[in-house]
């Protein structure tokens, strides 16, 4: 399971995005699966979630790191299913889910990474971002009119506003590995085809017309724009203490498959382990014992 694991995960992941593009990246693969073998990979998927339960467990009581998730797509690629499965084994106790939309006025009136700093997670527990700071080089790139409402100095809102951003970025996030959050994001990568269908289903089904917004169709006419904006963030901040992996989000078994392996892996990687007892905790232990069952033959 762990070597299959590593492998699945691996082929998705960027640490480096010098050289990324987008357009190499399917959103219709399903890896080493074929597109009929979702019930293997259910199965799969059952291992990964009890091995995440038992990291989360270990993460929880060593008290030293904390594990960031920020999850990007487009709409109807299936971020909050796929937090709702992969995760579904965790203690709630031990995991925090945020959603950002709009920025409220309060939010405006301060920077663009405030809003989610004060949601960061705590150190022993899972952090989730379904959508996060990216949507300031995603949909604020699409929609530079947005800027008006941030009310920065005009005299700041220049050619390089974009590239200052993505360097803002980097350096918050190698600000928290250094602290001890181990940043994992995923990108959902599906396809305009996908999500026309998925938008057809909202419509069809009446469980799923809540889910149906107008103006997502109104983003829709922006897909280009939007996949250069996704390239542009990935591309520059892809970094070894913060990989992003663009994850196949057609097929949304396999999406759930493949961040549930990175997870694994990234977690994996942290040595968690339960704290070890001092002499000193052990004896206290002992006595504790004594004095129960001295209490219990009594």
Known sequence: MTGKSLDLARAYRVTDGRKFRLERYSASETGPFRSDEDA??????????????????????????????????????????????VMSGINPQGCQVFSFKAPSEEELDHDFLWRTMRCLPE??????????????????????????????????????????????IVAFERYLSRNGVKIIKFFLNVSKAEQKKRFLERLDSPSKNWKFAAGDLKERTRWDDYMAAYEATIRHTAK??????????????????????????????????FPRLTDEQREQLELARTQLTQKKRS
């Open 123 to 168: 150190r022993g527990r899972i952090g989730i971002f379904n959508r996060s700071y990216y949507e300031e080089t995603l949909v604020v790139r699409v929609h530079p009119e947005i800027l008006a409402h941030q009310r920065l100095p005009p005299e700041l809102v220049g050619k390089r506003i974009w590239d200052q951003r993505f360097e803002d």
């Open 240 to 273: 070894p203490f913060a990989p992003w992996y663009v994850v196949p989000a057609d097929n949304k078994w396999y999406t759930r498959l493949v961040v549930a392996s990175a997870i694994v892996d990234a977690m994996s990687e942290m040595k968690l382990q």
């Open 40 to 85: 293997k990979a259910q199965s799969l998927l059952a291992g990964s979630i009890d091995r995440i339960a038992d990291l989360q467990e270990k993460l929880y009581a060593q008290d030293h790191w904390a594990v960031l998730l920020i999850f990007q797509a487009m709409d109807a690629a299936g971020k909050d299913s796929t937090i709702k499965q």
